[in-house]
């Protein structure tokens, strides 16, 4: 009984979701125009493919930077119930942060933050 709310909200956004995708569907011009489906970069024409491969550096920099940001993010709710942790909760923290210290430390040591080195 407690879960009906969440139920409700859950299927309340899948329906609306599904409501505007269909009348947008819908709605949308059927007529393609060669303009209108060309890639486009900031009013030039395209310099190359737009498939053309990205340099690895740019994925390397993203998945650190959404690892330490999505681990740093469990701080929040933790730093919300510091007052009624005990000391295992404290100590577990502690020994997470000093699990991250060391990651960012060995990435840092290799060059994984360092834009020129990475290859």
């Known amino acids: ?7 409700i909200a859950v299927v309340t956004s899948f329906g609306l979701a599904i409501i505007i995708f269909g009348v947008s569907y819908a709605t949308i011009p059927k007529i393609y125009d060669l303009e209108k489906i060309s890639p486009y970069e900031c009013g030039f024409d395209p310099f190359e493919d737009t498939r053309a491969k ?36 404290y100590l577990c923290m502690m020994m997470f942060l000093i699990i991250l210290t060391i990651g960012f430390a060995y990435e840092w040591k290799k060059g994984a933050l360092n834009w020129k080195n990475i290859e």
């Open 54 to 89: 990205f340099d690895v550096r740019f994925y390397l920099v993203s998945i650190l930077f959404i690892i330490f940001d999505l681990e740093v993010t469990f701080l929040f709710p933790w730093a919300a119930s510091l007052t009624l942790l005990n000391n295992v909760g």
């Open 1 to 7: 009984m407690e879960y009906i709310p969440i139920l």
